[in-house]
């Protein structure tokens, strides 16, 4: 009996289709919608990658970082600094901020990797503290004012946000695409190894700390970027928004609710949160008591988020990071 | 004179923090759990504080009486509906579920209490100062809350050491599942642990609210020099945590004294050198309570 390694799924080619019929609608965005709809594309975007970054740590990696939001405002203000003090294009510096992110983690990481657990959760949040307060007491970054990208000044205003847009899409299919890439790499297989137990993983010679510092600093590259690219929508930037607990916040409740450690949920908590939101609008801010109160009824109840309900219910898997074993005449075997 | 007078406040200020830090201590001595909404606990108290001190005409000192209670029945009942069913299922349910209940009461105080800045005043006591000679003086109040500090760390040491409650606390501690074999009712026990941790909070976030004003949105400073104090004067060791609070409270006032932007920052960077230079603390001794 030949058996087989399955590596795709029916629901990942109907995803491929889908997800370029998708990228179809937003390329049209621009000459159908007015910029109301551009920003609420680039919002979703950004808050996507930022729970797609989030997800990877703590889904995968078993990182609970409630300090993301340092990555946000570093990348942010790395994007300030680069295109307005140093000369540089404001759209070369987006990704250029990334890197400047996930080299501050490399070196953050010195000191949040002395923690486990839920002590690594409180220790970055305290890190990410310490970078606001240093951006907030530094007077070339403006103090507790904060700056404002003056680069992109001299641009016509359409081009501007046609860029921005641009940029935002292409950041999207790239955090998705490196995501699901990476996961699907012998790297990706060992770091589900990890997720799913340390000392086995050790034992069959994966790299455990390896692993997580690499998935540490590659997520604090994608939150610098996300980072950089909202403040290049908002073009305003002061140390309380940039390094608020919020974008941290909104990020896991994102995640909890859609489901944990798949590439999927992140996409649809990200909806959910995004919608809930923009139905809620006039409410103040009860939307993050009712998200929150989601989340954690769904911590509670159903940990595997909304996804994991419709895998139960389904067995759809649209992006296919997991191997399957079939043999010709038998049923397909679940992954255990 | 003005150093000896920072660091004299520095102290004081400490014996706040070692309030905060008592009741995180001992729920991660008693069950692994490192509550992120301690905090927002405590400001939560602080808030109920103020409708206690509007509506029955009280001082806020004795407000207490009213919100102690209050916050240990709020923590007895989050242990048993929320965070005991999520116990065996590793550390990041819990993290995360009260993570979520932190931003839930966050944005709740905002919608009942708005963004504005509250402060409970009993009455003269916050102003009044001990002379000491030579231009210094202290606070009286400082002073009651380091003296208060300590009264619960001696009153709570002696409750693990002496009581037969303390006795259960150190065997769940040691091992939570061996010490439910030998008939302890665990998840009453973790309910009665946090709603000790609860109730020290309220008497925390009182102390606060007397001594500066608050908002709804300052609770995660709270939990993180709680944790800082916990970090710093070493797990396991109730006196490191007063120590590790003086320590906290010196730097704060320190770096505020070199630039008034520099205090809270001082603190983290001295909490971040202690963890470099002696990952365990100062004076760890183990992971338990003992």
């Known amino acids: 009996m030949t058996v087989a390694v399955e590596r795709t799924t029916r629901a990942g080619r109907v995803g491929a289709v889908a997800g370029v019929a998708l990228l179809a609608v937003l390329a049209a965005v621009p000459w159908v919608g007015d910029a109301g709809l551009m920003r609420l594309v680039i919002e979703f975007i950004a808050l996507l990658v930022l729970a797609q970054m989030w997800n990877l740590l703590a ?55 002395r923690f486990r657990d839920a002590y690594f959760a409180v220790g970055t949040w305290a890190v990410a503290e310490v970078y606001r307060l240093l951006v907030a007491s530094s007077p070339a970054l403006g103090r507790g004012t904060g700056r404002t990208l003056k680069a992109v000044f001299p641009l016509p205003r359409q081009t501007r946000e046609l860029v921005t847009y641009a940029i935002a899409v292409a950041v999207g299919v790239a955090a998705i695409a490196a995501v699901y890439l990476y996961l699907r790499s012998r790297r990706g297989l060992g770091l589900m190894a990890v997720r799913d137990s340390e000392p086995a993983s050790e034992s069959l010679g994966v790299d455990v700390y390896r692993t997580k510092l690499t998935v540490y600093v590659a997520a604090a590259f994608g939150t610098g970027v996300t980072g950089a690219l909202i403040y290049l929508n908002l073009l305003r ?22 489901g944990l450690g798949t590439l999927e949920g992140p996409i649809v908590g990200t909806l959910v949160f995004v919608v809930l939101r923009e139905l809620l609008a006039d409410y103040g801010s009860w939307y993050m008591i009712l998200l929150g109160g989601l989340a954690v009824l769904a911590m509670m109840r159903y940990p595997q988020g909304l996804w994991g309900l419709v895998v139960a219910r389904w067995d759809i898997r649209v992006f ?17 | 004179m003005a150093w000896v007078d920072t660091i004299l406040q520095g102290i004081l200020l400490g014996g706040l923090y070692a309030l905060f830090a008592t009741g995180l201590s001992l729920i991660f001595g008693v069950m692994r759990l490192v509550n992120l909404a301690h905090g927002d606990f405590s400001i939560l108290a602080a808030f109920i504080a103020v409708v206690a001190v509007e509506t029955l005409d009280l001082n806020p000192l004795l407000a207490l009486i009213v919100v102690a209670p209050v916050m240990a029945g709020a923590g007895y009942a989050l242990q048993r509906l929320v965070l005991n069913r999520l116990l065996g299922r590793g550390v990041l349910p819990a993290v995360l579920v009260t993570f979520g209940l932190s931003i839930v009461i966050q944005n709740a105080l905002l919608e009942i209490f708005s963004a504005d800045s509250h402060r409970l005043n009993p009455g003269g006591i916050e102003t009044a100062s001990l002379p000491l000679g030579g231009g210094l003086a202290v606070g009286w109040f400082p002073l009651l809350t380091f003296a208060v500090a300590v009264l619960l760390l001696v009153t709570l040491q002696l409750v693990i050491r002496r009581s037969a409650i303390g006795r259960a606390f150190r065997a769940a501690s040691d091992d939570g599942p061996t010490a439910a074999l030998m008939g302890i009712d665990t998840g009453r026990l973790y309910a009665v642990a946090m709603a000790l941790s609860l109730a020290i909070v309220a008497v925390a976030g009182i102390f606060l609210g007397i001594r500066t004003t608050f908002a709804f949105s300052s609770g995660p400073d709270r939990l993180l020099f709680a944790f800082e104090a916990v970090i710093i004067g070493g797990l396991g060791s109730l006196w490191g945590t007063l120590v590790g609070g003086v320590i906290l409270g010196i730097a704060q006032t320190t770096g505020a004294r070199i630039s008034p932007g520099w205090g809270v920052l001082s603190g983290h960077l001295v909490f971040l050198a202690v963890l470099l230079l002696r990952p365990s603390g100062l004076f760890a001794t183990s992971r338990r309570i003992h």
């Open chain 1, 59 to 113: 889904g995968y990696a078993g990182l609970v970082s409630i300090g993301q939001q340092a990555w946000v405002g570093v990348g942010g203000y790395a994007l300030v600094v680069l295109a307005d003090d140093l000369g540089v294009n404001a759209f070369l510096a987006v990704p250029l901020a990334g890197l400047v992110a996930a080299v501050l983690a490399l070196a953050t990481s010195a000191l949040v990797f």
């Open chain 1, 237 to 258: 930037i002061s140390p309380d928004a940039a390094f608020s607990i919020s974008w941290t916040a909104y990020t896991v409740f994102s995640v909890v609710i859609g």
């Open chain 1, 320 to 336: 296919a990071v997991q191997r399957r074993v079939r043999a010709p005449d038998t049923a397909p075997t679940p992954p255990p």
